[in-house]
């Protein structure tokens, strides 16, 4: 059975960092990109970033520039470092692996809390 653990959310001020992780607890097979989505508050869950196993990015347009997402295949886990929080970051974020065969696997959310 396929778990994604996540850690490093946490309540931060504006301006400062925060590092989120999300690991794999067994092998998953054909795995095609990672990535980090989001859910504020009356808000739907929109896509941060995410990368390729052969290491193509793409981020949402308000946080490029801030954000930057990583992997290490060898250790199935995908990083996403977040600089320059403001509140508007404010949000459950969910990580995600999708297969070749578009199958879903999520973390269990971390909650971020930027205050101003």
């Known amino acids: 059975q396929v778990q994604l653990a996540e850690s490093g959310g946490g309540l931060v001020q504006a301006g400062g960092s925060l590092k989120l992780s999300c690991a794999a607890s067994?092998?998953?097979?054909?795995?095609?990109?990672m990535g980090w989505y989001r859910q504020a508050p009356g808000k739907q869950r929109e896509l941060v970033a995410s990368?390729?196993?052969?290491?193509?990015?793409n981020y949402a347009d308000s946080v490029k520039g801030r954000f930057t997402i990583s992997r290490d295949n060898a250790k199935n886990t995908v990083y996403l470092q977040m600089n320059s929080l403001i509140p508007e970051d404010t949000a459950v974020y969910y990580c995600?692996?999708?297969?070749?065969?578009?199958?879903?696997?999520w973390g269990q959310g971390t909650q971020v809390t930027v205050s101003s």
């Open positions: 995600n692996w999708r297969t070749a065969s578009l199958t879903d696997y």
């Open positions: 067994g092998i998953i097979f054909s795995i095609k990109t």
């Open positions: 990368i390729t196993t052969w290491g193509s990015t």
